[in-house]
């Protein structure tokens, strides 16, 4: 069974920096992106950064230059380094991972950590 546990949300200052990790687990050979979404009160979730098992990395265009994505294949863990945060960062980030390759399965479907507050706020 695959599991995404995430940790590292908070209450920070605007201008203040979190770091949050994303470890999945479940005998897993591969996983082929990992990635981090976010959803505030009353909006849609949207895609903040994802990186693939290559390095590849892709940010929505809010947080280009602020925010760095990162993995550990070894580790199976994705981060997601959050400076310069803003009141506007404020919501719920959830780790994705896709296309993900145990030792007996591949799992094509998403699958979704249990989300983790991050507010910004003085």
Do not use: H
């Not at 920070?12 to 920096?17: E, H, L, R």
């Not at 005998?27 to 949207?46: D, H, L």
């Not at 290559?54 to 959050?82: C, E, P, W």
């Amino acid at each position: 069974q695959v599991q995404l546990v995430e940790s590292g949300g908070g209450l920070v200052q605007p201008g203040g920096s979190l770091r949050l990790s994303c470890a999945a687990s479940g005998n897993i050979f591969s996983i082929n992106t990992m990635g981090w979404y976010r959803q505030a009160p009353g909006k849609e979730r949207e895609l903040v950064a994802r990186v693939t098992s290559g390095g590849i990395t892709n940010y929505v265009d809010s947080v280009k230059g602020r925010f760095t994505i990162s993995r550990d294949n070894a580790k199976n863990t994705v981060y997601l380094q959050m400076n310069m945060l803003k009141p506007e960062d404020t919501a719920v980030y959830y780790c994705n991972a896709a296309g993900i390759a145990t030792s007996t399965k591949f799992y094509g479907s998403d699958y979704w950590g249990q989300g983790t507050q991050v507010t910004v706020s003085s």
